[in-house]
């Protein structure tokens, strides 16, 4: 199977800065992928987002290095608003990328700048509103809903347009936890029904973890580790980069310490009583 | 200072809050902080935090009910003189920096206060020193980072040395090692012996700062409590809408065995050791 | 009490037959408002036309709203009542007095009729189909959004400021815009940024892809809003023609039944 993202030694330097926001970025993503991209703040993760859908350097400004393509397509001859229907954004001030005044224009937005015909745009508008389980808060203003609604509401507005990838940039950041999780458990469900490639990028790994294939990680606007979240996650010099190693991991490393190795490192309450459970039968 | 000795920092009587006609936001809240205290609050969204954050410093007066601070009630005093005695460090710095220098914007209160320039000077030093800020004193908030920024706001109410320090949602949008640089600042203020009122999603961070905590719910306190008997009360905390934390929520799968109580990691793994020994 | 006022402009979601008109048509009945209340100072025809817009409030199920709003501008309606009843040297100084302030109570009506039952990205479509380019329709529809967001944002501005001792309420004007600077500057740059999360939000869902655009809402001028346009048409054309070409109070003799 061939990527459905691949960045080339990818760096990008905003206009008027000295520093490289990203540099020598390689990557492959491929189709139906739930990527985690986390790191400190100022790590390049959100420059990073920018360029999946051509934000950088259509609307950002600034030196481009190396090869970007999404979906066949290069970023530097292709502008956001062609790139729209490949990549949703979902952005993490929730109330900045609501710009109409009901939950139904927000998502027809898009697809009347698609210029869709009106049966399709409604037909669409039922069915991610279906989808995302809210056709209660169809006529209601952004401005009404709660932080979880908007977010939800954000993604459906993405979704309408039939992207491939979706990039979500901090989604749960003014979220309270109960409402991260309702979250995190949309994203599972809608990427296997609609074979979606997701790239989300968070702070909260104790709670995505297991919902994740690929971790990667990033410092100083550079990739120090990727792959599998257990791999990852374990792996030495995450430590020195000072991300919040889910508590799970960390139970799982204190018992090596102590001579008890569970099989593999839990991401999951349901798999660490598992491994637990087999360490006490022992 | 005499009251000081006497009364609770905070006490909430039956306060009663709605935002005109709408349905009340606070529910007949009853509270008594004690002087020095250090608790985090915990809440889901719309669960009243923040409302209840401004009814500390007199933002907000209670539709019903009374708010007292040291013994005295909000509505006898301007927020300006409340400000003094509870300093509140709001959830964006950037609802609240505005000045052309860090130096500046850390002497706003002080200024506004009318202290003395040499006692403002000294201050800002000593707050931006602390606050590991001190070679930013020229620079503009501004050009600063998110982290650094949020250091700002707080230095720019810990200068003039309020007793009550209260921060809403500090670790929104912050990494892990802003997280770390907030709970050492935590530390330093408990040592003060400043009473402390943190506002917070997040619950690693509670388990590891906040020796008590207070759980709000629809506009009623639900729970005031030591943290540890808070958050290993799974009932509790469904109540609340809130997600236990990992640790205890495993070691409630092996309820039989191991200890009821547990919090953290080294605790979690000394109960299994335990357990295997046997 | 500034609130209040707004209630009463705030689109409200209803079933009546105000709400389905087309926004065209409403707006040629606010314009036939204005003429016809502008050119008449006379009490009896003011109360005319102050009892249509109270009927049609009432066929927009939209009283209560309304009656907030009007006892939101109270104070106004009483302030051009006073004024100019002990200001005009006229001698009927009390019935022209009540009718200008009756003017001013129903030409705000009118508007809070257009708005309570208008839905603004109608209101947008409207501006369209009058040639108005889509960008200002939007820029429109946008700013009504952000209002309630913007006013939000300033409000916890202002606590915040409080909150580290800065006092609004004391001292005269000019000082007191000098102390509004710590809540200006904040505004401004969240203003700016936000401005630019809207535009990145905007293009990130395909805005500028092309020239021709869809629409989802479809405004159409149906033959009760023919009716309605027809009637406020010739409502207001019978008003000019007795305002200034039979002349108000030769129509009151004409009116008046024969001996």
């Avoid at chain 1, 908007?150 to 347009?161: E, S, T």
């Avoid at chain 1, 798999?271 to 637990?276: R, W």
């Avoid at chain 3, 600077?181 to 999360?197: E, H, K, Y």
């Amino acid at each position: 199977m061939s990527p459905i993202i691949e960045a080339l030694n990818l760096s990008f330097r905003y206009a008027g800065e000295e520093r490289w926001a990203i540099k020598s970025i390689n990557l492959k993503i491929y189709p139906g992928e739930l990527v985690l991209i986390t790191g400190p703040s100022g790590c390049g993760k959100t420059t990073l987002c920018r360029c999946f859908n051509g934000l950088i350097p259509h609307f950002y400004e600034g030196e481009l290095e190396g090869i970007l393509i999404v979906d066949g397509l290069s970023i530097v001859e292709n502008k956001t608003c062609k790139l729209a229907q490949r990549v949703g954004m979902v952005f993490q001030n929730l109330e900045n990328q609501l710009i109409m005044l009901s939950v139904e224009d927000e998502i027809a937005f898009g697809l009347e700048n698609l210029n869709l015909p009106r049966d399709t745009i409604k037909e669409r508008i039922n069915e991610v509103l279906s989808i995302l389980g809210i056709e209660h808060l169809r006529y209601k203003s952004p401005y009404e809903l709660s932080g979880g609604e908007q977010q939800k509401v954000a993604i459906a507005a993405c979704l309408a347009m039939k992207p491939k990838i979706l990039v979500l940039d901090e989604p749960t950041a003014h979220l309270d936890p109960l409402s991260s999780k309702v979250l995190f458990d949309i994203l599972s469900s809608i990427r296997k029904r609609l074979n979606l490639t997701i790239i989300l990028v968070e702070h909260r790994l104790d709670m995505v973890a297991s919902i994740v294939d690929k971790v990667i990680v990033m410092d100083k606007g550079q990739i120090i580790l990727q792959g599998g979240p257990r791999e990852v996650f374990t792996t030495p010099i995450i430590k020195a980069i000072g991300i919040g190693i889910p508590k799970l991991i960390l139970l799982y490393e204190d018992l090596l310490l102590n001579n008890l190795k569970l099989d593999f490192p839990p991401l999951n309450i349901n798999e660490a009583e598992l491994l637990l459970r087999k360490l006490l039968s022992r | 200072m005499v009251s000081k000795l006497i009364y609770p920092a905070i006490t909430f009587e039956d306060v009663w809050f709605s935002y005109s006609d709408l349905e009340p936001v606070l529910k007949g809240v009853n509270l008594c902080i004690n002087d020095g205290e250090v608790v985090a609050i915990l809440g889901e969204n719309g669960a009243g935090k923040t409302t209840f954050i401004k009814h500390l410093n007199g933002l907000l007066k209670p539709t019903q009910g009374n708010v007292y601070i040291y013994g005295e009630n909000t509505r006898s005093i301007s927020v300006a003189k409340l400000s003094r005695k509870v300093g509140v460090v709001f959830q964006n710095p950037d609802h609240q920096l505005f000045a052309e220098t860090v130096e500046d914007e850390v002497s706003f209160a002080l200024r506004n206060f009318n202290y003395p320039e040499h006692i403002i000077s000294l201050r800002v030093e000593k707050i931006l020193k602390m606050l590991d800020l001190w070679e930013y004193r020229k620079t503009s908030p501004f050009s600063l980072s998110g982290g650094e920024r949020k250091r700002v706001a707080i230095a720019s109410v810990l200068s003039y040395d309020p007793p009550i320090v209260v921060m809403d949602e500090p670790t929104v949008g912050q990494d892990y090692a802003q997280k770390q640089k907030l709970s050492e600042i935590i530390r330093l203020l408990q040592i003060q012996g400043k009473t402390i009122i943190v506002v917070t999603h997040d619950i690693e961070f509670v388990c590891e700062n906040f020796p008590k905590t207070i759980i709000l719910s629809r506009g009623n306190i639900i729970a005031y409590d030591f943290t540890r008997n808070i958050l290993t009360n799974f009932e509790l905390l469904l109540k609340a809408n809130l997600l236990p934390p990992q640790i205890p929520y495993l070691a409630s799968r092996f309820n039989s065995i191991v200890s009821k109580n547990v919090l953290y990691v080294w605790e979690m793994r000394n109960e299994l050791l335990r357990v295997m020994r046997k | 009490m500034s609130l209040n006022i707004i209630q009463g402009f705030k689109f409200n979601r209803k079933n009546t037959v105000l709400h389905s008109f087309d926004p065209r048509a409403k707006l040629v009945y606010i314009v036939s408002v204005l003429i016809l209340s502008l050119i008449f100072s006379e009490l009896c025809p003011m109360l005319i036309i102050f009892v249509s817009t109270i009927l049609l409030i009432i066929v927009a199920k939209a009283v209560n709203e309304w009656l907030k709003s009007i006892k939101g501008s109270f104070i106004i309606v009483l302030m051009i009542f006073m004024l100019n009843y002990f200001l005009l040297p006229a001698e009927n100084a009390l019935s022209l007095s009540i009718s200008l302030a009756l003017r001013f109570l129903t030409i705000i009506s009118a508007f809070s009729i257009f708005f309570m039952t208008t839905y603004p990205e109608n209101f947008a479509l409207a501006l369209i189909k009058l040639k108005v380019p889509y960008d200002h329709a939007l820029a429109f529809t946008m700013a009504l959004r952000f209002i309630p967001t913007l006013a939000k944002e300033a409000q916890t501005i202002i606590d915040a400021q409080r909150s580290r001792g800065l006092e609004l309420e004391s001292g005269n004007f000019i000082i007191r815009i000098k102390r509004f600077t710590p809540v200006f500057i904040p505004l401004f740059i969240n203003s700016f940024r936000r401005a630019s999360q809207i535009a990145e939000a905007m293009e990130s869902r395909a805005f500028g892809y092309s020239n021709k655009r869809s629409y989802l809402h479809e405004l159409s001028f149906t033959t009760y809003d023919t009716l309605f346009t027809l009637l406020c048409i010739i409502l207001t054309s019978l008003g000019l023609c007795i305002k200034f070409y039979l002349g108000y109070s030769e129509t009151l003799v004409l009116a008046r039944p024969w001996p």
